[in-house]
């Protein structure tokens, strides 16, 4: 049985401790939060047996060999610091760092101590992206990929109030859409196209009152010569249902045809001169966003328990943040 522990009990820990508790390998023995009050509300919601409110204090009384950082990124390289210095291993929310050289930092530091490090980067874990991937590697649409197009409306940015109920730190970070939304959709692009080749990026500010971008449009191209499209902004509303089940709408263009993802999840298959059918796959609204959260941890944990690599390890992940710092520099950001 391996045992974790959680630090940190804002929002998005819920989602990780709902899924670690589905893991029968995993033991979750405790949950961390500065606030031991939001700290024992989680832990009593489900059912975790001790809360801390002081990480030393959390490695002092408990045998771990892994623990998860789901706290804000300029934390990150401190908390990895005090889990190195116990040798734990790793499990780290996006995103890394609040900024390339601290994450090469931290990355460095869990590798020098012959450590393991995953970034619980979950978009490339969704169902509807596992399926994709699945078809383009059975050639399903051609053996020549030409195009991916992503287009993400959330409508949870535009009242003056945008991101207080929920998320308030969104309001004052100097970058907000690719530093916190767009890094998931280079990493998206990256594990179906393969490597990026180079990016042109148009950045917005929609909202007057947060500090932040809000709007963007990337254009990526890829080593093997398809091209990829962000087109996102947080401002704009969807057509209905669930903003945040798939994020978006996307369309996959090669020699054979297309692959649609709509935005309940429904995947379609056109290829050249047939009709449009369903793709028929598993996928339900569960946790987040297609259950990825689980999804990413049971990937953590069978990696883990088999030595073998991490698909979205620490090294491989500097490439995504290497991207996300060309499009800021082009952005004059």
């Known amino acids: 049985m391996t045992k974790i522990a959680c630090i940190g009990a804002g929002y998005f820990a819920a989602f990780h401790v709902e899924a670690w508790q589905r893991i029968p390998e995993v033991e979750l ?3 961390c939060d500065l606030d031991r009050a939001k700290a024992q509300a989680m832990a009593d919601r489900y059912g975790v047996a001790r809360v801390y409110d002081r990480v030393e204090t959390l490695f002092d009384r ?6 998860d950082i789901i706290t804000p990124p300029d934390t990150h390289l401190k908390l990895c610091r005090q889990a190195v210095a116990r040798g734990l291993h790793i499990i780290c929310q996006k995103p890394l760092a609040p900024d390339l050289e601290t994450a090469r930092e931290l990355v460095q530091l869990v590798t020098d101590a012959g450590l393991r490090l995953m970034v619980h980067e979950n978009f490339r874990f969704q169902p509807w992206y596992r399926q994709i991937k699945a078809l383009l590697r059975a050639g399903v649409i051609g053996d020549r990929l030409h195009r991916i197009y992503f287009r993400m409306r959330t409508g949870d940015g535009w009242p003056d109030d945008a991101y207080l109920s929920r998320q308030p730190y969104f309001r004052t970070m100097p970058r907000l859409l690719i530093f916190e939304t767009g890094i998931h959709f280079i990493d998206t ?54 903003a945040r089940y798939t994020f978006g709408e996307m369309l996959v263009e090669g020699s054979g045809g297309s692959i649609r993802l709509y935005t309940d999840g429904r995947l379609t298959l056109q290829l050249l001169g047939k009709a449009e059918a369903d793709i028929p796959y598993d996928h339900e609204d569960r946790n987040f966003a297609g259950d990825c959260v689980y999804a990413t941890q049971r990937a ?34």
């Open 62 to 67: 408990e045998e771990l060999q892994v623990v």
């Open 29 to 31: 023995v405790a949950i």
């Open 300 to 333: 953590f944990v069978d990696a883990f328990l088999q030595n073998e690599p991490f698909e979205t390890g620490g090294p491989d992940y500097l490439r995504n943040m290497e991207w996300q710092e060309v499009i800021y520099k082009q952005a004059g950001n």
């Open 189 to 242: 692009f990256r594990f179906l196209a393969g490597e990026i080749a180079g990016v042109t990026a148009r950045l917005q500010r929609l909202n007057p009152h947060i500090a932040g971008e809000d709007a963007a449009l990337l254009l990526f191209e890829f080593e093997n010569g398809a091209l990829g499209i962000w087109d996102a902004n947080r401002y704009n509303e969807p057509a209905g249902g669930n």
